[in-house]
């Protein structure tokens, strides 16, 4: 944070994006937990209570619930291509909001649930109505902030990945083992009407916030210029080369995380090469480890990134340096699964999703770096679809790989990908040149 600046009441809605991040995160990890209880997994395969679960039917459920994960990220890749519009046009409070509602009716709704179908149409609103929260997220810190400071408000919000998903391991373990494994999706999907209650009476652009000084205000547009309310298509967005190294970075860099999001769990609870296996009692300190560590990472590198720049560099030079560190610290990974200390694969997996997270905060900045905050939503939801595409790819056939290999392939795969990624970023773009409202002017239909 740049303790010089006049004011700090625009952090408030970092904090806002943070809370409202984490609970997104711990409405969509929950069923990477539940998903090791073995009550739950019977239900899902529709067998009886005293039937024994045996390592046929485990494989079974594994695949099975690679299809719900790649149902619920084709939804949320579906739900990228109308929550950026939907934001852009009808603005953030609304439409995040209206997020907010769908997803909280489709957690809640996981708790009724009665086999796999149940649960992949749960799974599918889930996605739809998660979809808007970083597009909103982004388009807030890009209202909020000037162009020099919105690595770090990225890097803060998104550490709320990783509180939500600690929440989660901390929280769902204990409802099940002492309510079951519904109420699990019960109680965490309530929190999502309290965040809809924040959202709607906290959020306010900065020029209609009375709180707001002059001059903090002068300070957050202190790098920006005029922009007309206008509107631009996807497919005209698509005709940029910086779409296209936006797009690049999440479609290869978010799959990766979400395999950590869905698997880690069940890899800490059946992979044979540990020295000890993990269960919902135990699932605690470990998750806590590698999700604080992974929050620093969050914070730490979306600061680097703005440190660099207030130093003198370039954007450009500031951006692709801290994103190759990033790259660099997730490649230990592939030794993860072949390790046979549980110590030393929890080191490897935090190390990986620390960087993981400073990529991702410094990717986020893309949007707003290089294009006008009247299409910030929509293009982040380009990129984002990309990435939810990597991710169904991914997804589908993940049960399978660990069925037939285990997770060693999943891991050199996440450790060759963030290098490819920032390599095919560089080629496409480099340097990071903003598209300015007078290009984009002769393109857009102006708002009515």
């Not at 067998?47 to 099975?64: G, K, P, S, W, Y």
């Not at 600061?303 to 801290?322: D, E, V, Y």
């Not at 991914?394 to 392939?409: C, E, H, K, V």
């Amino acid at each position: 944070m740049n303790l010089t600046s006049p004011g700090t009441f625009r952090w408030r809605m970092v904090a806002l994006l943070f809370v409202a991040t984490t609970i997104n995160y711990i409405d969509r990890q929950v069923l990477s937990f539940t998903m090791t209880d073995e009550l739950f997994r019977k239900e899902m395969l529709g067998m009886a209570v005293t039937d024994i679960l045996t390592q046929e039917r485990i494989d079974q459920f594994r695949v099975e619930y690679s299809k719900v994960d790649s149902a619920f990220k084709f939804a949320y890749a579906i739900g990228f291509l109308l929550v950026g519009w939907l934001i852009d046009r009808i603005g953030t409070k609304r439409g995040f909001s209206l997020s907010i509602i769908v997803w909280s009716l489709a957690a809640v709704g996981t708790s009724f649930v009665q086999n796999l179908s149940g649960l992949t149409l749960a799974r599918i609103t889930l996605g739809l109505g998660e979809a808007a929260n970083f597009p909103a997220a982004i388009k807030t810190v890009s209202e909020w902030f000037p162009r020099r400071e919105r690595s770090y408000a990225n890097g803060i919000f998104n550490a709320g990945t990783n509180v939500g998903i600690i929440l989660t391991a901390l929280l769902v373990p204990y409802l099940i083992l002492n309510f079951g494994w519904r109420s699990s999706f019960l109680v965490t999907g309530i929190l999502g009407f309290g965040l809809l209650i924040l959202w709607w009476f906290t959020y306010t652009k900065p020029h209609r916030n009375r709180r707001l000084s002059p001059a903090e205000l002068a300070y957050i547009r202190s790098d920006d210029t005029s922009e007309p309310p206008l509107r631009v298509s996807w497919l005209r967005l698509l005709s940029y080369k910086q779409t296209w190294a936006y797009a690049i970075g999440k479609f290869l860099a978010d799959p990766i995380w979400w395999f950590y999001m869905a698997w880690l769990p069940d890899f800490f609870n059946s992979n044979d090469a540990l020295d000890q296996k993990l269960d919902l009692k135990s699932f605690g300190v470990p998750f806590l480890i590698i999700y604080v560590v992974s929050d620093a990472g969050s914070i730490f590198f979306g600061w680097l990134s703005t440190q660099l720049m207030n130093s003198g560099w370039s954007a450009n030079k500031a951006r692709k340096t801290t994103m190759l560190i990033c790259a660099l610290c997730v490649v230990p990974i592939m030794y993860a699964a072949k390790t046979n200390s549980l110590v030393v694969a929890i080191a490897l997996i935090s190390l990986a999703t620390a960087a993981h997270q400073g990529w991702a905060a410094n990717m986020y900045t893309f949007a707003s770096d290089l294009f006008p905050k009247n299409v910030t939503a929509t293009v982040t939801s380009i990129g984002s679809m990309f990435g939810a595409v990597g991710g169904i790819l991914l997804a589908r056939y993940s049960g399978d790989i660990i069925n037939t290999l285990g997770y060693q392939p999943l891991f050199i795969m996440a450790g060759c990908a963030y290098l490819l990624a920032l390599l095919l970023i560089h080629l496409v773009l480099p340097r990071l040149e903003p598209v300015t409202a007078d290009e984009l002017a002769p393109d857009f239909t102006l708002a009515r």
